[in-house]
């Protein structure tokens, strides 16, 4: 049987807690923390005084007086410390440094030679990234995250398998642990970008949602009331190798007909060679030939907009499958992909899906693009690190402790 | 935020501490529940007291002596009331009575009328049943759950769709509550099988599951860390109308290509067809047809075989997509056409998802058929009312309350 215990429902109602005074933007009282949540109010105070002892939460001050008590307003203390997220990616490494507040406060950028990617390699560009990118408030880190690409085993953070880099059982954690002192924290970009949705983007307002990243590779993330769902082995949410085309195009997985070889940057750019092999919007760089394909639809380009109507027919068809199969609130579309296409790609997907999907989960379910401003694999990466950070029995355990013995001493 | 509390705990330990003397069959200790569980030796304890008290669990004595301090053997104890289960399925209605043991004590079958099918008459031959099967007994009953085909609202009990009947948004529990007094629980076939299989069938064993149903209609159940996982609309599971098949053969349904149209009873009869017009195996029924199949494929009858093999290619590729999303520990395949197909079609379903699913978790699941004894859709209805008198407030509202009193009181 799965074990629930109080510290679990006790870290998850700090996290709802502070979910809502992000959400919030700038500064809530508690009376709004207890309504956007839904906890007691005795539930909220506890939590708040608990974040206000180790000091991720200030009190600013009272609100304007006026009928009714006056109310504390609570904000973020965005000096409490520091968070870094790195987004690896094929063909560089993205570092971000954010303050408590989630504002970045530097940014580093290193390419990955295509001829070095060996773990030692890639484990001393992402030590030298971070170096760089603390240099000045390294005592300040609170914990790294990582968004490592392919399946990740985030408890021993081992990367289990990477498909650019053909790694297979890579220790990253430890390999990395030799170098760097912070506490680190590994997952995938799906749930990275998922995690950063669920803090900070359409989670604010449901419980129940999917994100799909749409870039070279695509996938899901999966958050059931309001929980990261992982699977038995954390590899939940592969729908990039589902099938889609039973005896499809070949996947670069070297399956056939999977639902990425169609909407997936390399599949979408397959679609216009298919329709038009010589176009002039075809370029080396996919991600130049989905940007042109986007610029060509603006211009009424009928090839463009024919590219759009298929990579939209076959997402409508696997999207209409999510709803029948997850029911969930919200389906949010991000990334390379959704940036370029976005609006067009979301109005037939939404047609599509809509004559596929059966008809009542298809009412529940809202379809939108993502609104995070941020590259969603580095701020997902560190909002890791933020869980790790407020899950961390250390610094709550023994608040815990302190505030038990101050209302049983007398 | 979901709102998780200590009830809700509490709720959860108790089925938890309940399902493992279930699993134990016959008797078990304090000490085996705790290593079942995996809940601390004092949570058990508890949890035991309250069902002690409530009558659910009686105490049958202590095991042989040995080394060590002796053990009070608990079990189920059947005479604590008894359950009624309801299958409504499109020609008949079965109606099962258990003890709380969940051993049948007596069972009736009504047939439906094809031109008598309004709420109005189903609800006279509820009624008409559920009297005949109770008369003796009807002081003793705890509950009734019904598995309504279909959509279903559980918590207001609505048959929000039904596809036989052509229902739409019929509060069944409403008009059911005017002749029956008893605590009335609905769902539909998909989520009772999947109770049934977590209470009594794979779910002794594991977390983390799916339960495919597979007979006219099809469909699958989650469960997700010892929770059926229902969505946002209770409409999460629809497998059988995700499409397998672009452009592909019209489902009942309207849509093209649906899962179910391949290997729900119909679909299956239907590759018969296609692959032999004039076959002796094709009956009017079709789950006489099935059971030819078998017998056919037994003789190594090439056509029964090859409907078996194609039958199999096409479960195979879906079984993958749900792999690859949902990352279980195990798939159970129950019902009409794995009672009949079962090893055969097993056998093929496996070779094929081996080679579409994603290695990691695909290394991480077992496929298997259904071991349960009984019908799974009645069992599964009545395994609703023992969780609604396990979740009663006030049966178990009352017990806490009575024992802290009692603690309190010096």
Redesign the interface.
């Known amino acids: 049987?799965?074990?629930?215990?109080?510290r679990d429902?006790r870290r998850?109602n700090r996290f709802?807690v502070l979910?809502?005074v992000y959400a919030a933007v700038g500064h809530s009282s508690r009376q709004e923390i207890a309504r956007?949540?839904?906890?007691s109010f005795a539930t909220v105070g506890n939590m708040i005084s608990e974040l206000l002892d180790v000091g991720v939460l200030v009190e600013l001050g009272y609100d304007a007086p006026g009928i009714g008590r006056p109310r504390a307003q609570l904000a973020i203390n965005p000096e409490r410390g520091m968070l870094v997220g790195v987004d690896i990616a094929e063909t560089a490494l993205h570092f971000d440094l954010f303050d408590l507040a989630m504002t970045v406060q530097r940014s580093v950028e290193i390419p990955v030679d295509p001829a070095a990617t060996e773990p030692a390699d890639v484990v001393a560009l992402i030590t030298r990234g971070i170096g760089e990118l603390t240099a000045a408030d390294a005592d300040k880190v609170l914990g790294v995250g990582l968004s490592v690409p392919g399946?990740v085993e985030p408890v021993g953070g081992v990367s289990?398998?990477s498909p650019y880099w053909h790694w297979h059982d890579v220790p990253l954690a430890q390999l990395l642990e030799q170098q760097l002192s912070y506490p680190l924290y590994l997952d995938n970009p799906l749930k990275a970008s998922t995690a950063a949705h669920l803090w900070f983007g359409a989670g604010r307002d449901v419980?129940?949602l999917i994100v799909v990243t749409l870039r070279a590779g695509v996938g899901?993330g999966v958050v059931?009331?309001?929980?990261l769902?992982?699977?038995?082995?954390?590899?939940?949410?592969?729908?990039g190798?589902?099938?889609?085309?039973?005896d499809g195009r070949e996947c670069r997985?070297g399956?056939m007909g999977c639902v990425e070889a169609y909407v997936g940057a390399p599949g979408i750019v397959r679609t216009l060679r298919e329709l038009a092999p010589s176009s002039p919007l075809i370029d080396a760089d996919d991600a130049v030939t989905i940007a042109a394909i986007a610029a060509a639809a603006d211009r009424g380009d009928a090839v463009a907009l024919e590219v759009i109507d298929k990579t939209g027919n076959y997402l409508g068809?696997?999207v209409?499958?999510?709803v029948?199969?997850?029911?969930?609130?919200t389906i949010v579309f991000g990334d390379l992909v959704a940036d370029h296409l976005g609006a067009r790609l979301l109005d037939v997907t939404r047609r599509v899906a809509a004559?596929?999907a059966?008809?009542?989960?298809f009412a529940?379910v809202t379809l939108q693009l993502s609104t995070l401003p941020h590259n969603p694999a580095s701020l997902g990466a560190a909002t890791f690190a933020l869980e790790g950070f407020l899950a961390d029995r250390e610094t709550f355990g023994s608040i815990a402790a302190r505030r038990a013995l101050r209302t049983s001493t007398p």
Chains 1, 2 share one sequence.
């Open positions: 049987m799965y074990q629930l215990t109080a429902i998850r709802g979910q809502a956007a949540t839904g906890l399946l289990v398998f419980d129940d899901i059931v009331e309001g929980m769902y992982r699977g038995v082995t954390n590899s939940a949410g592969e729908w190798h589902t099938n889609l085309v039973l997985c399956r068809v696997t209409a499958n999510l029948n199969l997850f029911n969930p609130r004559r596929h059966m008809t009542d989960p529940a």
